[in-house]
């Protein structure tokens, strides 16, 4: 069942809850690509998850298939988390 949908710039995280296992999923998609999933005990734990995401990415992180990639200060050093 929907419950909300977070929006922040072109990235928008529509949050379900999943009754069967009692904890909420998160739908990550950047305009109307699917890029991951995010999931946790409440809503706020799925949306403090989508406002880090989007922290990161507007400091120049991006998001692919559902790896969150990071550059690191000012190198062009990058590491990736996969597994959203």
């Known amino acids: 069942m929907h419950i909300e949908t977070e929006q922040h710039g072109e990235m928008s995280c529509q949050i379900e809850v ?18 991951g999933l995010l999931s946790g005990p409440s809503v ?19 998001v692919r298939h559902g ?8 190198n062009a050093a990058v590491s990736a988390g996969c597994g959203i």
């Open 44 to 62: 706020e734990a799925v949306g403090a998850q989508f406002r880090a995401i989007c922290k990161m990415t507007d400091a120049g992180g991006m």
């Open 18 to 35: 999943n009754e069967a296992m009692d904890h909420y999923v998160g739908t990550l998609r950047y305009k109307v690509f699917e890029v």
């Open 67 to 74: 790896c969150r990639l990071a550059r690191k200060c000012e």
